[in-house]
């Protein structure tokens, strides 16, 4: 049985597409994002609404390949396909769009997209090294902020930005609270839970209800595990999942894996404890310690992108990892390109057992995965018992 408070936590999509449009008739504005290097500090110190657009649901696939080329990551024919079909109700109450220069196939994407809505593109540094790349980030920061004061005829002071960065903070901070009572074996909550309470953060209307939803079911999990009540028992190979972004609609992975009998404890992804895991420094001027935040985000658009193994390692060690498994999107060239550097760095640093997994988010695969998945948590089960 799960926890109680998970069926609160999973009606806030509903919950918030009714106070999205409230809010919105209200005459608030709202800004729309799709990454994690997003800035949301900046969108809420300019008394606006921040929402994840991240599309994660094949449904509007079919329509994007109308004009996008099939052969192209699913996030992105998704994301594009909710903004030509109007079928997301966060996307249609966004009054502007946040986009970045991560990879290729985004980048081009939004290209036609900022189209639909007016659109911010912040210019991503290809690298996270040196004073040169931060002084770039910088400077974005800046131009997002200008865009906002402009669209929004409003201005956003250091002070505004300060009590964004604390209000961030604080709900990264009870995220990572959460994420970590999954270190414990064996874990409290399932991997499937763990992904949708972190994933539902990203249309949260009201930061703070959301901030007190999450610190009720860490509670209520606290209470579970005093009495004993886990969501695997101790046996259960203990899975790190990496790789790309997945969230409702799009964690067929996660879900075989839980139903073959593993418990995915740690979630490295940008739907986990990726974004989690460096907070914004307060004591320093607000722009430069958002920039050292988000520059700090270990995605494989960056060049080189050693900070994802050493997040890796932290977590594979602190999660008492047995295997780990790197999803990758079909037709996402970063993620599947680093996938040799992450197997051998797993395989021969970590001495971990490696699978790496390339899908979309359509059904048809499902059986020949399951067959993947099964092997691997047998080689995992011997090398556990050995
Ligand atoms: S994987 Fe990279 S590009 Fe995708 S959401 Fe995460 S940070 Fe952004
Ligand atoms: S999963 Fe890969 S291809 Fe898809 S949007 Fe993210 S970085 Fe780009």
Redesign the pocket.
């Known amino acids: 049985m799960r926890p109680e408070i998970m069926e609160e936590v999973e009606a806030l999509r509903g919950v918030n597409s009714v106070k999205i449009k409230e809010a919105h008739e209200a005459g608030k504005k709202v800004v729309g994002m799709y990454c994690v290097f997003s800035p949301q500090e900046i969108a809420l110190a300019a008394d606006a609404i921040s929402v994840t657009l991240c599309g994660t649901a094949q449904a509007p696939i079919e329509d994007a390949e109308k004009e996008l080329p099939r052969n192209l990551?699913p996030?992105?024919k998704s994301s594009y396909g909710f903004a030509i079909t109007d079928k997301c109700p966060y996307f249609y109450f966004s009054d502007v769009l946040l986009a970045e220069t991560?990879?290729d196939?985004?980048k081009k994407m939004y290209e036609l997209m900022g189209k639909i809505k007016p659109m911010h593109i912040m210019n991503l540094p290809q690298t996270a090294e040196g004073n040169d790349a931060l002084e770039m980030w910088k400077n974005e920061m800046i131009k997002f902020k200008s865009f906002l004061e402009e669209k929004f005829g409003v201005e956003i002071t250091d002070e505004k930005l300060k009590d964004a960065i604390k209000l961030m903070n604080r709900e990264r901070s009870a995220m990572r609270r959460l994420h970590k009572l999954n270190a414990h074996k064996p874990a409290p909550l399932t991997g499937v839970d763990m992904m949708l309470a972190q994933w539902l953060k990203g249309f949260n209307v009201d930061k703070e209800a959301g901030i007190e939803l999450i610190e009720r079911l860490i509670s209520e999990v606290e209470e579970r595990m005093e009495n004993g009540i886990y969501a695997f028992d101790e046996n259960a190979p203990r899975i790190l999942l990496t790789g790309?972004?997945i969230g409702s609609g799009s964690e067929k992975v996660l879900k075989v894996l839980e139903e073959s009998g593993a418990s995915v404890v740690a979630l490295e992804n940008c739907t986990g404890y990726k974004g989690l895991d460096v907070l914004v420094d307060e004591s320093k001027d607000p722009i430069t310690a958002l920039a050292e935040k988000y520059l700090s985000t270990p995605c494989?658009?960056m060049t080189n992108n050693n900070g994802r193994l050493d997040l890796i390692k932290r977590l594979a060690e602190e999660y008492e990892i047995d295997g780990v498994v790197d999803l990758t999107?079909q037709?996402?060239?970063?993620?599947n390109i680093e996938s040799f550097t992450v197997r051998n760095f797993v395989k021969d640093e970590l001495n971990l057992p490696f699978i790496q997994i390339e899908t979309d988010y359509s059904d048809s695969d499902v059986g020949q995965i399951k067959v993947r998945v099964e092997a691997f948590l047998e080689t995992i089960g011997s090398t556990v018992t050995a």
């Open positions: 990551c996030l992105i991560t990879c196939g985004k790309c972004p494989s658009c999107w037709a996402c060239h970063t993620y």
